[in-house]
């Protein structure tokens, strides 16, 4: 396998991976809570690793900045969804909802400076690079703007489309690397 088929492959699995695991086998019963955050996290996991395999492609200090922004941002995010998953109590569900979404708004501000890399190189189309960098910064602003209890309001409505919209981006962006010439 090649490295571009293989990283392809990466983002793929970041943008389907935890749809598949919440969807698939957390909704319909087939594993329980923390069972199914853990395949999420495990999915989650190619979402670093596709980035950081494209920045051996193509060198820019934004894919780096935005690299490691996303890894920051990513353990928290686990480390909310884990403590949720826990099912301890009313406390840790208080906890991990406190951390979850500024863990989740670094992530996507991770991406949105990675995408403003991707815009400064040819590695992808400008216009995936844009709209990863739109939806992104989407999801971050959206995250990191509003306080718990107005995403608990409303996050419901506005948290899933958007985040299935990243998740789109990333399988074109690994659908591309795939085909991406040498």
């Known amino acids: 396998m ?7 492959i990466l983002f793929i699995i970041a943008g389907i991976g935890s749809i598949v695991a919440y969807i698939a086998l957390g909704e319909t019963g087939l594993l329980d809570k923390g069972h199914t955050e853990k395949f999420a996290a495990y999915a989650l996991l190619t979402f670093p690793l596709a980035f950081m395999m494209t920045r051996n492609v193509v060198r820019n200090t934004y894919i780096d900045a935005g690299l490691i922004i996303i890894v920051v941002g990513l353990s928290i995010g686990l480390v909310s ?6 099912e301890l109590g009313a406390e840790s569900k ?23 890399g991707y ?12 709209l990863l960098a739109l939806t992104s910064f ?15 309001k409303h996050g419901g409505n506005i948290v899933p489309p958007l985040w299935m919209i990243n998740s789109l981006v990333l399988v ?9 010439s040498e």
């Open 119 to 130: 815009l400064r190189t040819k590695l992808f189309p400008n216009w995936l690079s844009g």
């Open 138 to 152: 989407a999801m971050f602003a959206f995250l990191a703007v509003l306080n718990g209890e107005q995403l608990e």
């Open 94 to 116: 208080s906890i991990g909802e406190a951390i979850a979404w500024t863990g989740w708004s670094i992530m996507y501000l991770g991406v949105f400076i990675t995408a403003i």
């Open 172 to 180: 074109i962006l690994g659908i591309f690397t795939m085909r991406r």
């Open 2 to 8: 090649t490295d571009k088929m293989a990283n392809g």
């Open 81 to 86: 969804d884990a403590i949720n998953s826990a």
